[in-house]
């Protein structure tokens, strides 16, 4: 089966043989993928809305996995099971993906993979406060949007104001995607400048962000 280069990045991810709950399965096309592939022994399909969930249903039936892959109606990772040792969720913002990620429910999850579409830098702070450290990070362009993917493990890790803003891993690549992406930011940025009062309370803010953005992209 085809999926998006997004899911694909995600899928990348998962360590090999895991139990995987993926959040906001929609219509479960990740966990298809992950069991045919053989990349988790069994997987937990997740969604809150309904109706994804029984598109979800029919295209496990369709594969005949419905003895690899679980369907459940559910709020985030509340009804996770113990046996649940990674868990992916995609598609939301980092504000979203923090909020869902409650400590006391990953007990025995070992390994996150989060995709954000926005905000990603909260998401890294908030991994910080649960004890998770990150591990990889990916960035890339797929149907012209840009998206951030963040592995993470058990761990305690302390990331500068940089790391948190830009990514740890990013920060070291810095490929043609980050790039552009950091490039796009900033000239958005100075036409805010153009447009706010000296006076304003914001004015040293956004000069301040447009000169670390810039310092980011001129380092060699």
């Known amino acids: 089966m ?13 360590p090999l ?3 995987v709950a993926d959040i906001g399965t ?15 022994t069994k997987v937990i399909a997740s969604d809150v809305r309904k109706g994804p969930i029984e598109q979800a249903k029919k295209n496990v039936l369709l594969y005949r996995l419905n003895d ?39 007990k025995n999850v070992q390994t996150l993979i989060l995709q954000s579409n926005v905000a990603s830098d909260i998401l890294r702070k908030h991994l910080e406060t649960i004890n998770y450290k990150i591990v990889d ?19 305690n890790d302390k990331l500068t104001y940089k790391e948190i803003k830009f ?16 490039t796009i930011e900033v000239n ?20 301040a962000e447009i000169k670390l953005i810039e310092e980011i992209l001129n380092e060699s």
């Not at 085809?2 to 998962?14: T, W």
């Not at 099971?81 to 923090?98: A, Y």
């Not at 990070?137 to 761990?155: D, M, P, Q, R």
């Open 68 to 106: 690899s892959i679980e369907i459940i109606l559910s709020d985030g990772i509340e009804d996770i099971t113990d046996q649940v040792d990674t868990v992916i969720i995609s598609g939301m913002g980092g504000k979203l993906i923090s909020d869902i990620l409650k400590a006391n429910k990953l």
């Open 137 to 155: 990070e990916l960035i890339f362009v797929e149907n012209s949007k840009t998206y951030e993917i963040i592995k993470a493990v058990k761990g």
């Open 2 to 14: 085809e999926i998006s280069k997004r899911l694909k990045e995600c899928a990348r991810l998962v």
């Open 188 to 207: 958005k940025l100075a036409k805010i400048l153009k447009k706010v009062p000296i006076e304003h309370v914001n004015y040293q803010k956004i000069i």
């Open 26 to 40: 929609d219509h479960a096309l990740l966990p298809i993928y992950l069991v045919k592939n053989n990349l988790a």
């Open 167 to 182: 990514g740890p891993f990013l920060l070291k690549d810095k490929n043609a995607d980050f790039i552009n992406k950091w």
């Open 17 to 19: 043989q895991a139990v």
